[in-house]
């Protein structure tokens, strides 16, 4: 399934390092995601946007800066992460955000590793 | 109280089994239901929707109690592919006008031949 693709689906970087994820959707969607899968916790939302506009920003440190471009491509800007950053990366998106039965799709991630 | 429970197992049972997920919710305004399923290093991917009214699909039967904010899903007869982690998700669409999914962490299934 290539409905939403992920790049790079692992990285390692240092805590001085900037990189960046990118996401791209094939669905036609509205809304776009970030997600932060941690060990033993739950999916985490991070961001959201709708149309290319950002309509949610969970508390998340300015060390992550999301850019979206345009409804397909979605980024995640990082700079001097910790290593307590490290996690599994996904995005998603869906049709739309105002309707309560909307499913999400998600793509296969990022796997980060911050030394 | 967390905002969506699950048991996070795992459950290990013998192909052929069936099996029970529970989860309960927090938030009394939810207003949609689901569950994901994740293999392991992989997606989530949608499994099922949960409606009040509970809802089949082949082998895996879902049930929505908002009563007592609880959710369930049921599986029969367990196939090895089956092993993954089952997500309870939940949706909320509060007065900002978009809604969020709250994921569960996960119950893990293991199914041995």
């Known amino acids: 399934e290539t409905g939403v693709t992920q790049t790079p689906r692992h990285l390692v970087m240092g805590m001085t390092n900037k990189k960046s994820l990118k996401c791209e959707q094939h669905?036609?969607?509205?809304?776009m995601y970030w997600y932060k899968q941690s060990a033993k916790k739950p999916l985490e939302l991070m961001f959201v946007y709708s149309l290319e506009e950002r309509v949610e920003n969970n508390s998340v440190p300015s060390r992550f800066s999301p850019e979206c471009p345009n409804s397909s491509h979605l980024f995640l800007h990082l700079h001097t992460l910790q290593p307590e950053d490290s996690a599994l990366y996904l995005c998603?998106?869906?049709?739309?955000?105002?309707?309560?039965?909307?499913?999400?799709?998600f793509g296969p991630g990022t796997r980060l590793l911050v030394l | 109280r967390k905002e969506v429970e699950q048991d996070p197992g795992p459950f290990n049972v013998p192909e052929g089994a069936t099996v029970a997920f529970n989860c309960t919710y927090s938030?009394?305004?939810?207003?949609?239901f689901f569950w994901y399923r994740q293999d392991c290093r992989k997606e989530p991917k949608l499994l099922m929707s949960?409606?009040?009214s509970g809802n089949e699909d082949g082998r895996f039967t879902a049930q929505l109690n908002r009563a007592s904010q609880y959710i369930s899903l049921l599986i029969r007869d367990s196939k090895l592919s089956d092993s993954a982690t089952y997500l309870c998700?939940?949706?909320?669409?509060?007065?900002?006008?978009?809604?969020?999914?709250?994921f569960g962490k996960g119950t893990m299934l293991l199914v041995s031949p």
């Open positions: 998700v939940v949706n909320l669409t509060p007065n900002s006008g978009y809604s969020t999914l709250t």
């Open positions: 938030n009394s305004a939810s207003q949609s």
């Open positions: 949960v409606y009040s």
């Open positions: 998603a998106s869906s049709q739309d955000i105002t309707r309560g039965y909307e499913t999400q799709y």
């Open positions: 669905l036609g969607h509205n809304a």
